[in-house]
């Protein structure tokens, strides 16, 4: 059978049609605190953070060793979301001074988190340091000297990792697969300098000899949306040679291996979500397999989804406005139903081509049903929300939309494009709508501008 449109799990439709996620009714919610908002399933998310955590650490329990997941806070991170994960077994992945601010102040410890990015400010290596961050992911080689350098003045040895790059292509869009040489991130394990060493056994080879720097892994991600393992048994592999590498030629056994995120969601109707268990199990295989090859012990492992448990745990509301029957040239129509939010709340459609799911949900309709454009209200003839989607003929303004799958890279990369205000974010769970991030105002907007 094919698959059902990716709701959240909780997601009922009353007789009327009315759509219910975590026993709250969408119109009742809409009617409370406005539209558009994003609604995120707790018990579906947390469900989520659960089951890959023990898919993870059970399959590493099947080569001997354990794993830890980091939740990747860039899909979304709130202090509520921050606490839910963490109350699952999981830590907390960071990649700037507001997502690692957040985390702590949800109350996380600096050992249960991780900083990430290719441009760590001083501030943001400061506090990790001070809070005492338990890895910090080294992206350059000049980023060995400045982390070195902040953990001598602050007394302490740094945990770090180096992130490399190992040429594996995988995942959705080019602007969000990671892996390949040519981009920001990482340092390559391929392209060899006049010493015939790559530039990662380079930066491997400055941490190590820098007393204030604890190297405590090695890590790469491939890539985002990603849907079959074969990338990450490839990169798995290289990871383990390149450890097996540095162990010979510096005696230095790196204890932890990290494959970062990327596992990829079902964003449509008939779309199959990867199982996770499976997908776990092919991972530290091909590690543990790479480690027989080369002859060394299975490493400690870690790995950072972030999609993969915040999207199909979230959407959007949004309220239906002005519908146009626009003519195209070959003699059709195309119905734009435009809605009170857009590429501000929603960019993904616009930046990668992504697409989504829309359904109406506040009442049932036998209309039948006519291709749709979701449109949204900012000033771009791009700030498409769903580009192709059959909705009942019969929509009209007023009735609730709602978008599927919006949980991750949703409210995160949100703009106030047009100065239109970010939504809020209301948590639902057994009948009780939690507002976890408040809606902006424009009030927030102009409390920035100083005249
Ligand atoms: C270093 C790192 N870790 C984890 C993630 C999370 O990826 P995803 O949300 O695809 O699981 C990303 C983003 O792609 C990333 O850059
Ligand atoms: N923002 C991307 C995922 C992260 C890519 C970079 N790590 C998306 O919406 O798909």
Sequence with gaps: MPAAAPWPSSTRRTATGEMSIGGVAVTDLAATVGTPVYLVDEDDMRARARRMREAFTDAAGRVGTDAEVYYAGKAFLSRAVARWMVAEGLRIDTASLGELTTALEAGVEGALIGLHGNNKSDAELDLAIERGVGRIVVDSLPEVDRVARVAAVAGVVAPVMLRVTTGVHAGGHEFISTAHEDQKFGLSIHAEDERGQSPAMRALHAILSRPELDLIGIHSHIGSQILDATGFTAAAAALVELRAALERETGHLVGELDLGGGIGVAYLPGEDEP?????????VDAVAQACRDTDTPVPHLSFEPGRSIAAPAGITLYTVGTIKDVRLEDGGHRRYVAVDGGMGDHIRTALYGAEYHAELVSRASAAAPVLCR?????????????????????????????????????????????LVPRPGVVAVREGTATTIVRRESVADLLALDLG
């Design 374 to 418: 979701v449109v949204g209200k900012h000033c771009e003839s791009g700030d498409i929300v769903v580009r192709d989607v059959m909705l009942p003929g019969d929509i009209a303004a007023g009735d609730l939309l709602a978008v599927a799958a919006t949980g991750a890279y949703g409210r995160s990369m949100a703009s106030t494009y047009n």
């Design 275 to 283: 199982d996770v268990a499976a997908f776990a199990r092919s991972i």
